[in-house]
T-cell receptor
Framework: GESVGLHLPTLSVQEGDNSIINCAYS??????FIWYKQESGKGPQFIID?????DKRQGQRVTVLLNKTVKHLSLQIAATQPGDSAVYFC?????????FGAGTTVTVRA | EPEVTQTPSHQVTQMGQEVILRCVPI?????FYWYRQILGQKVEFLVS????????KSEIFDDQFSVERPDGSNFTLKIRSTKLEDSAMYFC????????????FGEGSRLTVL
């Protein structure tokens, strides 16, 4: 069965608002949890990762939170912009193999 | 900025034909991967390659599939006898290390099997 998955397939966000994308996972042995962004017609693009022994990591306008107690991963995007419209995948890696979840399509409304 | 390049961008083939998809990974990377994405679905792992051999493969990567690094720059995926269900976007990726999840993906090769 799947080791990672996302709660909602779509998310519509007003430009300038914060976005929160959620993901549940089942493999407690994963080394890293990662968020990828895929724009239409392109390959996945790495956004941010978090090691399994951390609970929060911040990047530029993005924050990833890891709750190992409930096996939940989230991506927060601050001040969402039109260029953030894409499909977002959570993924987990164990021993170098990357496994993707199903994806959430984020649409930014002007 | 270094990038992973893939050719062809789109290939249409008849069922039963052999297909070779080509990739040029980022030059100082050591780990190479193929993933596929059926239209509207998630990205699925096919195979990882390191030190001139397969390090891991999925159940999708059966005897019809093979990978090769014929020279110092190219990394190829061959499908020996294509089936309709092989129609998908195939992504090549490379990484400098094997532990974190930071892979660099190419733009993909769309394979259509008729």
């Amino acid at each position: 069965g799947e080791s990672v998955g996302l709660h909602l397939p779509t998310l519509s966000v007003q430009e300038g608002d914060n976005s929160i994308i959620n993901c549940a996972y089942s493999n407690s042995a994963s080394d890293y949890f990662i968020w990828y962004k895929q724009e239409s017609g392109k390959g996945p693009q790495f956004i941010i990762d978090i090691r399994s022994n951390m609970d929060k990591r911040q990047g530029q306008r993005v924050t990833v939170l890891l709750n190992k107690t409930v096996k939940h991963l989230s991506l927060q995007i601050a001040a969402t912009q039109p260029g953030d419209s894409a499909v977002y995948f959570c993924a987990e890696t164990q021993g170098g193999k990357l496994s993707f979840g199903a994806g959430t399509t984020v649409t930014v409304r002007a | 900025e270094p990038e992973v390049t893939q050719t062809p961008s789109h290939q249409v083939t008849q069922m039963g034909q052999e297909v070779i998809l080509r990739c040029v990974p980022i030059s100082n990377h050591l780990y190479f991967y193929w993933y596929r994405q059926i239209l509207g679905q998630k990205v699925e792992f096919l195979v990882s390659f390191y030190n001139n051999e397969i390090s891991e493969k999925s159940e999708i990567f059966d005897d019809q599939f093979s990978v090769e690094r014929p020279d110092g720059s190219n990394f190829t995926l061959k499908i020996r006898s294509t089936k309709l269900e092989d129609s998908a976007m195939y992504f090549c990726a490379s990484s400098a290390g094997s532990q974190s999840g930071e892979l660099f993906f190419g733009e993909g090769s769309r394979l259509t099997v008729l």
